[in-house]
């Protein structure tokens, strides 16, 4: 079955750690998508990929860092310059043909 | 650049009654209209799509929207809601044109709450 899988579920670090999320593929879709997901905010899009070896920074998109060295794969970085990095979030991508977007399980990050 | 604007952030429904949650959008340019469903901790999962054609766009799970242009509203309906219906439900927009560099916005989101 083709989907986009997130890991792990859920995440716990200290504060001040680096961590990094994962984001496969399986649909061939060349565009990825990171969102952040607070309660009441919606979804807040940190950063996306048109190509493999490129990337945009989105609306939020400090304390984050990624990289697409592979179609299949997006990994996302919350580095310890994230001020508030508990949040839950989610991985995408994309047919580019009408903008629709295919949504992973999702990542609930916890800084203890 | 586009917007959507999701005015009800709760929606309380008794189980077998019709309900409807409101989605308006503003844009320049043409749009594509999607509403997304969200289960506690899980992703997002397309309920209904407008891209182009007929007006009134019908999905899973017994939803279905009408596009209506001039008043740019893209409203979800369901006739009779159950219990299972309840989650957080978004509306997103985007320019009909295509292409990653045309980004997907997501309204707040209403969280559909369907009692006994």
């Known amino acids: 079955d083709g989907g986009i899988t997130q890991s792990p579920k859920y995440l716990f670090r200290k504060e001040g750690q680096n961590v990094t999320l994962s984001c496969e593929q399986n649909?061939?879709?060349?565009?990825m998508y990171w969102y952040r997901q607070d309660p009441g905010q919606g979804l807040r899009l940190i950063y996306y990929?048109?190509?493999?070896?490129?990337?945009q920074k989105g609306d939020i998109a400090e304390g984050y860092s990624v990289s697409r060295e592979k179609k299949e794969s997006f990994p996302l970085t919350v580095t310890s310059a994230q001020k508030n990095p508990t949040a839950f979030y989610l991985c995408?991508?994309?047919?580019?043909?009408?903008?629709?977007?295919?949504f992973g399980p999702g990542t609930r990050l916890t800084v203890l | 650049a586009q917007s959507v604007t999701q005015l009800d952030s709760q929606v309380p429904v008794f189980e077998e009654a019709p309900v409807e949650l409101r989605c308006n959008y503003s844009?320049?340019?043409?749009?594509?209209l999607f509403w997304y469903v969200q289960y506690p901790n899980q992703g997002l999962q397309l309920l209904l799509k407008?891209?182009?054609?007929?007006?009134l766009v019908k999905g899973i799970n017994g939803f279905e929207a009408e596009f209506n242009k001039s008043q740019t509203s893209f409203h979800l309906r369901k006739p009779s809601v159950h219990i299972s219906d309840t989650a957080e439900y978004f509306c997103?927009?985007?320019?009909?044109?295509?292409?990653?560099?045309?980004?997907?916005?997501f309204g707040t989101g209403t969280l559909l709450a369907v009692q006994p």
């Open positions: 844009s320049s340019v043409s749009v594509y």
């Open positions: 649909l061939n879709h060349d565009a």
């Open positions: 997103a927009v985007s320019g009909a044109y295509g292409g990653a560099t045309n980004k997907l916005i």
């Open positions: 407008y891209l182009s054609g007929s007006t």
């Open positions: 995408a991508s994309s047919i580019k043909r009408n903008n629709e977007q295919f």
């Open positions: 990929s048109q190509i493999v070896n490129d990337f």
